[in-house]
C-alpha cells in the first residue's frame, strides 16, 4: 500500500478524533504515511479503537475530493500556506488529554493562510457576553485590524462574533477556528459572519469535513486558537470559560497572555478578573497595549523589520531611545529599583520612566518583582 | 522657657505647616520640646521661613485649650490612643516634599483611636466617580464593616463618601482623615457625613484647628490614610487622580496596594488600571479578597488571635489544611511549579489548588513568577 503524506494527513483528519496525543506522538515519530499504514490495519494506540481500512489511500483521495468540490482546501505542514506558529504545538503537551500539531487544516477563503496568519491575535471570551464585551471585544477588533493585525477566535457568539465583526468592520483580516467541519454552519444564527469570514479571511479547522462540534472538539479547537497567535486576549470570561482554556494554552505556548477587566460586579468578568489576580495574564485595556505586548524577547519583531538589512534583528532594535536608557539602567539581580530611583540613574522623568517599563514589560523585557523593576529573567 | 511634650506637638501643629520632612527630621533628632525651642527662637529649617514665638508655651496651652472647647482632643505618639502604625512613617521617606510623623492627630469622635484603627483598610478614589465605583466602594465599605474591618478614607466627595457610608451602614466604624482642621467642614456637603463618622468613629487631622484645605495639605494627607491602613484600596481614579499618591505611600509603608479594576471604557478607571498593568497594585474584586490581603509574611495576625496562647502566632496558623500542604509543596528557587504540578504533588484538586495559591498570594506566601509558583521570597 502506497500514500502520500498529504493524502494520509487527509485519511488521518477523516478516519481519528482530532489532537489525540498519541496519534499526534505516532505521526511526529514516524510520518502520517508510515502511522496511517500502521493505523489503518487496526494498530491500537492509547485512547482509540482500532480502525480497519483497506486503502485509505483510496479513502484519503476521495476526502480530498470531496472536500474541494464544495471549496475547501487541505493545508499541511510544511507547505508553503501552513501557519508555522502552529508547529510550536508539537512541544507545548497536553490538556485536556487533546494536544499536538493538528495533521492539516481544512480551509475555506480566498487568502493565503501563511500571509494572513503573520501577526494574529486571537479575541476570545464568554458567549454569555454583555454588551460592554461585545463593544470592547468589537473596539480591540477594529484597533487590531486598523493596525494590520489578524483577529482569531472561534465564530461563537458573544465575545468571538463581536471580536471578528470589529476586525471586518474596518476590513482587516480574520480567522475563524471551527470545532465542527470547516463546511458546516454552527452556530446557525452565524451563517452570514461565517460568510463574511470566508470571504475577508478565513474559516478553518482540523475536523474531518461534516464533522459535529462536539465538547472535546472544542477543548482541542481552543489551542488552535492559541497556536495560531501571538497573544491571547480574553475578554469576558466566567469562572469556567472554554476561553480560559484558550488562555491556558496561551501559556503553554508561551503566547502573550492578556486579559481586559471589566465591572467587578459583573459575572461575565469574573474568569478574568481570576486569571489577571493569579498573573496567568496580564492587564490590557486597548488595542495599542495589545500590539505592545506582541514582541515577546527573542521572537522575530512582528513588523517584519527583521527580514531586511543585517539578518536577525535583535527585539532591542525595536526599542525608542528612552526605552533602551531604561532598559540599559535596569539591575540584573533580584535586588530591583524603583521608578524613581530609574528615574534618578536615565535622568528621565519618572513619568517618562513608567512608560518605558511598561512598554518593556510587555515585551519581557523588565519585570517587577516584589524588590522593585529588574531586567526580566531569559526563558529557557 | 519650659514645654512639656504635648504642649510643643500642639504649638508645632499650630505653628509649622504639616509634614515638613525637615521639621519632623529635627522633632526626632532632638524630641519636641526642644525643638520648638529652637524652631521658636527663629531657627531656619530648609523649607520654613523663621519662626518668633516668645512664649510657646503659652501659645501650645492656648491652642490646646481652643481645641478641646470645640469637642477636639490631641493624641501624641507614644501615647494610649496613638495608632501606631503611623509611626511607620518615620523610615517611609518623601513624596511630594511632605513626609514624616506627624506631631499629633486633633480628634473627634467618642471612640478610641487605637482600639478603631486595630484592623483598618484605606478605601480612596476618585471625586469625579461613577455610579459603578459608588457602588463598589460601597459594597466594599460593607463588606469591611461587615467583617470588624475598619475603613479609613478622606471624607471627599466620591469614592471617599461611598466607602464611609458603606461601613457606617452596617454599623462598622471609619475614620475620616481630613486635609483641614479635624474642627472644619469641607467639603460644606459632607456635614451631614463627618457628624455621622464623628458619631461612630473619628475625624482627624494632623493641620491646625481652623486650618483651610490645600493641595500640599490633601497630598500630606494622604500619607496619614495610608499610613493608619493595613492595605490601600483605590476603587475609581483617573490618570492623574490623588488617590495614586495614597497608594504610592502604601508602596512606600509596604502596604498592601490593591486595586478594583472597572470598564476600561471608563475614564475614571484608567488610573487603576495602569497601576494594576504596572504591578503597583493587586487586583481585587471585593471585601473578602481584601482581607485576604491584609496578613502579610511576618506580621502579626489581623485577628488577635496572636494575643492568646503561646506568644508569637505565625502566618501559617492561620492557613487551612490545604492552603498549608500546597505552600509545603512550593519549591523555593526560580524554577517553580503549575497549578497542575502542585496538584499532582499534592494530590488535592487543580482548582482547590488555583484557589489555595490565591490565598497563599495574597497573604505574600506564594509568588508567581515567569517560570511558575513557588515561595515568595522573604522580605528584608
Same mark, same amino acid.
Given at each position: 500500500?502506497?500514500?502520500?503524506?498529504?493524502?494520509?494527513? $487527509? %485519511?488521518?483528519?477523516?478516519?481519528?478524533?482530532? $489532537?489525540?496525543?498519541?496519534?499526534?506522538?505516532?505521526?511526529?515519530?514516524?510520518?502520517? #504515511?508510515?502511522?496511517?499504514?500502521?493505523?489503518?490495519s487496526g494498530r491500537s494506540v492509547p485512547g482509540l479503537r482500532p480502525v480497519y481500512d483497506a486503502d485509505?489511500?483510496?479513502?484519503?483521495?476521495?476526502?480530498?475530493?470531496?472536500?474541494?468540490? !464544495?471549496?475547501?482546501? %487541505?493545508?499541511?505542514?510544511?507547505? #508553503?500556506?501552513?501557519?508555522?506558529?502552529?508547529?510550536?504545538?508539537?512541544?507545548?503537551?497536553?490538556?485536556?488529554?487533546?494536544?499536538?500539531?493538528?495533521?492539516?487544516?481544512? /480551509?475555506?477563503?480566498?487568502?493565503?493562510?501563511? !500571509?494572513?496568519?503573520?501577526?494574529?491575535?486571537?479575541?476570545?471570551?464568554?458567549?454569555?457576553? !454583555?454588551?460592554?464585551?461585545?463593544? /470592547?471585544?468589537?473596539?480591540?477588533?477594529?484597533?487590531?485590524?486598523?493596525?494590520?493585525?489578524?483577529?482569531?477566535?472561534?465564530?461563537?457568539?458573544?465575545?468571538?462574533?463581536?471580536?471578528?465583526?470589529? /476586525?471586518?468592520?474596518?476590513?482587516?483580516?480574520? /480567522?475563524?477556528?471551527?470545532?465542527?467541519?470547516?463546511?458546516?454552519?454552527?452556530?446557525?444564527?452565524?451563517?452570514?459572519?461565517?460568510?463574511?469570514?470566508?470571504?475577508?479571511?478565513?474559516?478553518?479547522?482540523?475536523? $474531518?469535513?461534516?464533522?459535529? #462540534?462536539?465538547?472535546?472538539?472544542?477543548?482541542?479547537?481552543?489551542?488552535?486558537?492559541?497556536?495560531?497567535?501571538?497573544?491571547?486576549?480574553?475578554?469576558?470570561?466566567?469562572?469556567?470559560?472554554?476561553?480560559?482554556?484558550?488562555?491556558?494554552?496561551?501559556?503553554?505556548?508561551?503566547?502573550?497572555?492578556?486579559?481586559?477587566?471589566?465591572?467587578?460586579?459583573?459575572?461575565?468578568?469574573?474568569?478574568?478578573?481570576?486569571?489577571?489576580?493569579?498573573?496567568?495574564?496580564?492587564?490590557?485595556?486597548?488595542?495599542?497595549?495589545?500590539?505592545?505586548?506582541?514582541?515577546?524577547?527573542?521572537?522575530?519583531?512582528?513588523?517584519?523589520?527583521? $527580514?531586511?538589512?543585517?539578518?536577525?534583528?535583535?527585539?532591542?532594535?525595536?526599542?525608542?531611545?528612552?526605552?533602551?536608557?531604561?532598559?540599559?539602567?535596569?539591575?540584573?539581580?533580584?535586588?530591583?529599583?524603583?521608578?524613581?530611583?530609574?528615574?534618578?540613574? !536615565?535622568?528621565?522623568?519618572?513619568?517618562?520612566?513608567?512608560?518605558?517599563?511598561?512598554?518593556?514589560?510587555?515585551?519581557?523585557?523588565?519585570?517587577?518583582? #516584589?524588590?522593585?523593576?529588574?531586567?526580566?529573567?531569559?526563558?529557557?
Amino acid at each position: 500500500m502506497s500514500i502520500d503524506d498529504r493524502t494520509a494527513r $487527509a %485519511w488521518l483528519s477523516a478516519t481519528i478524533e482530532p $489532537a489525540m496525543p498519541a496519534v499526534a506522538a505516532l505521526v511526529a515519530q514516524v510520518g502520517a #504515511p508510515d502511522a496511517v499504514r500502521a493505523l489503518s490495519s487496526g494498530r491500537s494506540v492509547p485512547g482509540l479503537r482500532p480502525v480497519y481500512d483497506a486503502d485509505p489511500s483510496a479513502t484519503g483521495r476521495a476526502v480530498l475530493s470531496d472536500a474541494g468540490a !464544495t471549496g475547501m482546501r %487541505w493545508v499541511c505542514p510544511g507547505e #508553503p500556506e501552513w501557519p508555522t506558529a502552529l508547529d510550536d504545538l508539537a512541544s507545548a503537551g497536553d490538556l485536556h488529554r487533546r494536544g499536538g500539531v493538528p495533521y492539516g487544516l481544512w /480551509v475555506r477563503g480566498e487568502r493565503d493562510l501563511a !500571509t494572513l496568519t503573520k501577526q494574529v491575535v486571537a479575541v476570545v471570551g464568554a458567549r454569555a457576553s !454583555t454588551s460592554y464585551g461585545d463593544d /470592547v471585544a468589537g473596539d480591540l477588533g477594529a484597533g487590531l485590524g486598523d493596525a494590520g493585525v489578524c483577529v482569531v477566535s472561534g465564530a461563537a457568539y458573544g465575545i468571538d462574533a463581536a471580536a471578528h465583526r470589529g /476586525v471586518l468592520a474596518v476590513g482587516g483580516g480574520t /480567522v475563524a477556528v471551527l470545532a465542527c467541519g470547516a463546511d458546516v454552519v454552527y452556530p446557525r444564527g452565524h451563517e452570514g459572519l461565517l460568510a463574511w469570514c470566508t470571504s475577508n479571511g478565513a474559516v478553518v479547522s482540523e475536523a $474531518a469535513p461534516g464533522a459535529a #462540534p462536539t465538547k472535546i472538539r472544542f477543548l482541542a479547537r481552543n489551542r488552535l486558537i492559541a497556536g495560531l497567535s501571538r497573544a491571547v486576549v480574553v475578554v469576558e470570561a466566567s469562572w469556567r470559560s472554554g476561553s480560559l482554556t484558550t488562555l491556558k494554552w496561551g501559556e503553554l505556548l508561551s503566547r502573550a497572555c492578556l486579559g481586559v477587566p471589566g465591572p467587578v460586579t459583573s459575572e461575565a468578568s469574573t474568569g478574568v478578573h481570576l486569571a489577571l489576580r493569579e498573573h496567568r495574564a496580564e492587564l490590557v485595556t486597548n488595542a495599542a497595549e495589545v500590539r505592545d505586548a506582541l514582541a515577546p524577547l527573542g521572537a522575530a519583531p512582528v513588523d517584519g523589520v527583521g $527580514a531586511v538589512g543585517l539578518g536577525r534583528t535583535r527585539v532591542t532594535d525595536r526599542l525608542d531611545p528612552r526605552e533602551l536608557e531604561v532598559l540599559e539602567a535596569l539591575p540584573a539581580g533580584a535586588a530591583g529599583l524603583t521608578a524613581e530611583q530609574l528615574s534618578a540613574r !536615565t535622568r528621565l522623568p519618572v513619568a517618562a520612566v513608567r512608560h518605558s517599563l511598561t512598554s518593556l514589560a510587555a515585551r519581557s523585557l523588565a519585570a517587577c518583582g #516584589p524588590q522593585g523593576w529588574r531586567l526580566a529573567p531569559r526563558r529557557a
